[in-house]
C-alpha cells in the first residue's frame, strides 16, 4: 500500500487515511514512515459560522490553486459541508470540477469520537495529505465553540468567514473567532452590511495588540460568483511569506513537535501501563486491599507508579 | 485542622473541602488521611432539568432526614441552586432551618474546571463529608448533558425529578435520564398532567430489562408543601436496603475505588514524568533531533517512553 501511495495512488492515499483514522496502533507505523515526506504542504484553515458559505469559498478556492497549478487536498471536518455528502446533492452537482480532477482530494472526517479525538485525527489526516505531496491542503471546520481552536493549532493559516447578515449569534462567536483568524474574509459582500462588518472587524483587529507583526487582513468575497477569491489566495500567499520570513513557521513547527511528541507520550503510558499484565495482577489485588481496609486509593496508585516507573 | 475536623468542627471540614477543590497535591494526604472515616454515608444524587423543583425538593428531603435523626450533608454541583447561592436571595430565607441547623452542612460546588473535573472534585468534597460523619449526602446536580452521569457515579441512588410540565425539551432528555434513575420522583404533582407522566416513566421502566432485581418506583411529590417526601425518603431507604442485600453495594464499592485507583495512576503519571527533569532535557533534545530530520515524534515518544518506564 505504500509503495502505490509513494506512485500518487489516490485509493492508497484513501485507505491509509482510514487506517489513520480508525487503527491507532498501525497508525503509528504507517505516519513514522511517512514522517520524511511531511512539511512542505501550506495547510489553511476556513472556520466560521453555520451558513457563512465556507464549502463554496473551499470550493472556489480549490479551483484558484489548481488555476495556479497547485494540487489541493480537502479535509471538511463540518458534518454539515457537501464536501462531507451532508448538504444537498445540488452542492456536490455544483462542484463537478473539483470532484473528478486528479489534482484535488477530498476526504471527509468522520464525527464520531469527541472534539478533542475529532481534531487530533484531523491532523494525522492532513499529515497524510501532506506526504501524498498536495502543495496545499484546506481544512474547512464549523467555527462553533472549541473545534476552531483545535483546528488554528493544525492550520498554517486560519481563515475566519463571516457574512453581513450574521447578527447577533455571531457577535457572542466573534470574541473567539478573533483570536484565531490570520486573516478575516467578509463573504456574500454584496449584501447590505458588508462594509459596516469590515470596518467592526478592522477595528478588533487593530484593539489586538501583535506581537509578530502581522495585522490580519480583511477580505470581501461573494464566493458564489469567485469575487474576490484571487485576492484572499494572495493575502494568503503573503501571510505565508510572512510566517517564513519571521521565524514563525519555525517557531510553530518546534511548537506542534513538541505538543505532538507529548500527547504521543501520554497515550502509550496510558496504554502501555495497562497492558502489562503484572500491573493488572498488581491493581486487582491492590483493589481488594483497599475494600480489606489495609490500605487506600491513593497508596495504591503510588504503588503502582513506584511500580511501573523507572528511577530518573 | 484534622484534630479540629475529628473533633466535629464545620469550619475545619469547611477548609478541607477548599482544600481538596484547589490543591490537588496536598488534597492527596488529607483524603488518605481521611480514608479509614469514609464509606458510610447513604450518597443520594438529585438530577432533573432546571425548573423540575430540585432545590426544594433537596430542602425537604434534608428536613425529614433530620425529622428521623440522621445529619444530613448537601452539595449543589448545580449554579442556578438556591445552595449554591445563585438563585434569589427569597429561596434561601425560605429554608433557613436547613442554613441553621448544625445537623447540617451545605456546599456548593465552584464551576470552573469542566465538566469532567467539576464531576471528579465533587466526589472527593462528598468523601470528606462521608469521613465527617454525615450519614445522608445529598448531592443536586443539575440534569443535563454529561454531568448527570458523572453524578451517577457518585451517588448510591441517583433521584430523576421531572415536572408534568416539561415538555419537549425533556423528551430528548429522557433517554439519558432514564438510564440512570434509581428512583423517579414527579415533582408538583398538583398540576395537569402529572398521572400521564407517571404512566410514560411506568411504561419506560418496565420495557427497560434490569439484571438486579431492582424495579425503579415513581414517587409523586409536591416539594413545596412536603407532600410525597415522606415517601420518597422511604423508597430511597428500601433501595438502600436493595443495594446491600443483594451484594450491588459491594460490587459498586470494588467497581468505584478500581476506577479511581485507575485515575490516579494516570494522573500521576503525567505529572511525575514531565516534572523530571532528565525527561524535559530529553524532550528538549528529541524535539530538536526531530526538526533536524533525525527522528521522528513517534520514535520520539517510543525514546521517553523507554526512559520512563520501568522493565516489567
Redesign the interface.
Known amino acids: 500500500m505504500l509503495s502505490e501511495f509513494r506512485g500518487g495512488s489516490k485509493r492508497a492515499c484513501s485507505r491509509l487515511m482510514s487506517v489513520v483514522e480508525n487503527e491507532p496502533d498501525a497508525a503509528?507505523a504507517i505516519?513514522?514512515e511517512l514522517?520524511?515526506l511531511m512539511g512542505r504542504a501550506f495547510r489553511i484553515g476556513i472556520t466560521g459560522p453555520p451558513g457563512a458559505g465556507k464549502s463554496t469559498l473551499v470550493e472556489k478556492l480549490g479551483r484558484e490553486c489548481r488555476n495556479r497549478g497547485r494540487t489541493v487536498g480537502i479535509v471538511a471536518v463540518d458534518p454539515t459541508s457537501p464536501f462531507s455528502g451532508g448538504a444537498l446533492l445540488g452542492d456536490r452537482v455544483r462542484m463537478p470540477s473539483l470532484f473528478t480532477d486528479p489534482g484535488v482530494f477530498i476526504r471527509s472526517m468522520a464525527t464520531r469520537g469527541g472534539v478533542g479525538g475529532l481534531a487530533a485525527r484531523t491532523k494525522e489526516v492532513c499529515d497524510v495529505l501532506d506526504a501524498f505531496g498536495r502543495d496545499c491542503i484546506i481544512i474547512e471546520t464549523v467555527g462553533v465553540g472549541q473545534v476552531e481552536l483545535d483546528i488554528a493549532g493544525a492550520a498554517h493559516s486560519t481563515v475566519v468567514v463571516l457574512v453581513p447578515e450574521s447578527g447577533d449569534g455571531i457577535q457572542t462567536m466573534k470574541a473567539g473567532l478573533m483570536e484565531i483568524g490570520d486573516l478575516f474574509c467578509v463573504n456574500k459582500s454584496d449584501r447590505d452590511g458588508a462594509d459596516r462588518l469590515v470596518m467592526e472587524i478592522e477595528t478588533m483587529v487593530e484593539m489586538k495588540a501583535r506581537t509578530n507583526g502581522w495585522v490580519p487582513p480583511v477580505v470581501k468575497t461573494v464566493a458564489t460568483t469567485g469575487l474576490g477569491v484571487s485576492a484572499l489566495l494572495d493575502r494568503l500567499d503573503a501571510h505565508k511569506t510572512h510566517l517564513e520570513a519571521s521565524g514563525a513557521m519555525?517557531e510553530r513547527?518546534?511548537e506542534s513537535?513538541?505538543s505532538?511528541?507529548?500527547e504521543?507520550?501520554?497515550e502509550?503510558?496510558?496504554r502501555?501501563?495497562?497492558r502489562?499484565?503484572?500491573?493488572t495482577d498488581r491493581?486487582a489485588d491492590?483493589?481488594q486491599q483497599?475494600?480489606d481496609?489495609d490500605t487506600?486509593?491513593?497508596?495504591?496508585?503510588?504503588a503502582?507508579?513506584k511500580?511501573?516507573?523507572?528511577?530518573?
Open positions: 503509528t505516519l513514522d514522517y520524511p519555525i513547527k518546534r513537535t513538541r505532538e511528541i507529548v504521543l507520550t501520554e502509550w503510558l496510558r502501555d501501563v495497562w502489562r499484565p503484572d500491573v491493581l491492590l483493589v483497599v475494600l481496609g487506600t486509593p491513593y497508596r495504591a496508585a503510588e503502582i507508579l511500580d511501573v516507573l523507572a528511577a530518573s
